[in-house]
């Protein structure tokens, strides 16, 4: 029914930049809020940015000043600019989409991940 597709992990030296991508499609009702988070090796999974409905943005301390999160809701998309990429920025990032349903019920859905590695 619903599937989410990002795109735009790879490869980078530290101080570069990425701009990952994830595209929601099939049957979708509404968006509410949608978000980033990543999973380093051996790590718990953290949230790294989230943008609400009403454009409402949050961060992860340690990627303030340096990650956007922005949405382009006629696409069903939301993206991560990241910039002053830092080793420690390694990690699969994995976006996750809050859908509402036509019972104004929320179900959450998750991409298939993305290879982030900050490396000289």
């Known amino acids: 029914q619903v599937q989410l597709v990002e795109s735009g992990g790879g490869l980078v030296q530290p101080g570069g930049s990425l701009r990952l991508s994830c595209a929601a499609s099939g049957r979708i009702f509404s968006i509410s809020d949608m978000g980033w988070y990543r999973q380093a090796s051996g790590k718990q999974r953290e949230l790294v940015a989230a943008?609400?409905?009403?454009?409402?943005?949050n961060y992860a301390d340690s990627v303030k000043g340096r990650f956007t999160i922005s949405r382009e809701n006629a696409k069903n998309t939301v993206f991560l600019q990241m910039n002053s990429l830092k080793p420690e920025d390694t990690a699969v990032y994995y976006c996750n989409v809050n859908l509402l349903t036509e019972l104004m019920r929320i179900r959450s859905y998750w991409g298939q991940g993305t290879q982030v590695t900050v490396s000289s």
């Open positions: 943008i609400s409905s009403g454009g409402s943005t």
